[in-house]
């Protein structure tokens, strides 16, 4: 007997969220009909359905298949979405009903703040720069806790 495990590659997946049509329709081309909050799919095997929730994911042959999020979880790492990057993510909510995913570095340049798990970026207080005294990927605020809590200074200087 054989241990095995699948090569790593890079395929495109997209999420039914029940709202995303245009998105699909411009991953999936004319492969899909959606009715009554259901995604129809041709795939190699033919017609599938996903559900709201399910993964629709594009094969090294160019191939849709849904993906049930369950399994998605356990056989996928979401990379970055910003280009070029092949970094591992997590989804963040950067402004109302707007998700990415980003991995640490990116979401650290973005402006996330890893203490309070806010995104920051663009308030005048809030200075990712370690010249400035902060602690990389935190706000101000988090990263003088930490200073505080490491003895780094008092409650004194923070004030």
Known sequence: MLRIQNKITQKEAIQWTGKNEKELYNFLGKMLTIYGGRVQIETLEGTMEANKG???????????YPCKPNIFEQSYDVLCEEKGCNEPAQKFSIEEGTEEYLCFKHATESGFCWGCGSFCGGMESFDFAEA???VRGYCEHCSDEIKMDCGEYDDEEVQ
């Open 132 to 134: 400035h005294g902060n």
């Open 54 to 64: 399910d993964w629709i994911i594009k094969g090294l042959k160019g191939e849709f």
